[in-house]
């Protein structure tokens, strides 16, 4: 059994590195240090524990002003963490974070839409990724995460041009011909694999300034993979 005090050494030296960390990503925001920048990004998502969250209600309170050039470097970094918002913990903070992490969005208003599990949208807790493709945004609510309980869903809404962060600017897709060559030497990456990079045209929502919500379509529960098999 581990001793107490040991234990709790631990968990300050945890929390130490994550305040350092997220000193150190607000500090690089303030002083427009590209390289620094870079550097704290990587010790928030590599060396510590739950840094995002201190560094991200950090900004959200100082509100720095963050350079474009920095704005693409967190753009980059937010097409490669996709699952970022989870470690954050903290949606409202977020929201107002990313307002001046991200490029910023300048357009009209957008029909959007976003797959996903049942209980988001029962209790309107939408996550910040919707597509402007339909069909794109089908493919996250099939397959695997229909397992989840209650099933999954498609969600549709007009987006207002405040309700909408940023618009993601993913690297240029594959041709056809280059995604055929590149599975051939890559026999494990699949076509499905592609569409998970986010080609699907990823709009970034703050669910505050959302209108009406509907369902679009709705897929019921099934058995996780491992009981399929029973």
Not at 89 to 118: F, I
Not at 128 to 146: I, T, V, Y
Not at 148 to 173: C, D, F, K
Request: proline letters at 6%.
């Amino acid at each position: 059994m581990q001793n107490p005090d040991t234990f709790d050494a631990h968990m300050k030296r945890e929390r130490e590195a994550d305040r350092r960390a997220a000193f150190d990503f607000c500090a690089a925001c303030h002083a427009k240090d590209i390289d620094a920048f870079r550097a704290s990004i990587h010790q928030l998502t590599e060396l510590s524990v739950s840094g995002w969250n201190v560094a991200i209600r950090k900004v959200a309170r100082e509100r720095p002003a963050i350079s474009d050039e920095m704005k693409k470097v967190f753009e980059a970094f937010w097409i490669e963490a996709r699952y970022f918002p989870l470690g954050v913990g903290d949606d409202r903070a977020l929201a107002t974070a990313l307002r001046l992490l991200l490029p910023p969005y300048t357009g009209p208003v957008m029909r959007l839409y976003r797959g996903t599990k049942y209980h988001e949208w029962r209790f309107r807790r939408y996550g910040f990724s919707w597509s402007a493709n339909l069909e794109e945004a089908d493919f996250f609510a099939q397959g695997p995460r229909q397992a989840l309980e209650g099933g999954t869903v498609v969600m549709e809404t007009e987006a207002p041009a405040e309700a909408i962060i940023a618009r993601i600017s993913y690297p240029q897709e594959f041709s056809p011909e280059e995604r055929a060559e590149f599975i051939r030497q890559q026999p494990r990456f699949s076509e499905e694999s592609f569409q998970q990079f986010g080609h699907e045209g990823e709009y970034i929502v703050d669910r505050q300034f959302l209108g009406p919500v509907k369902v679009a379509r709705r897929y019921s529960q099934i058995k996780p993979a491992w009981e399929q098999g029973q």
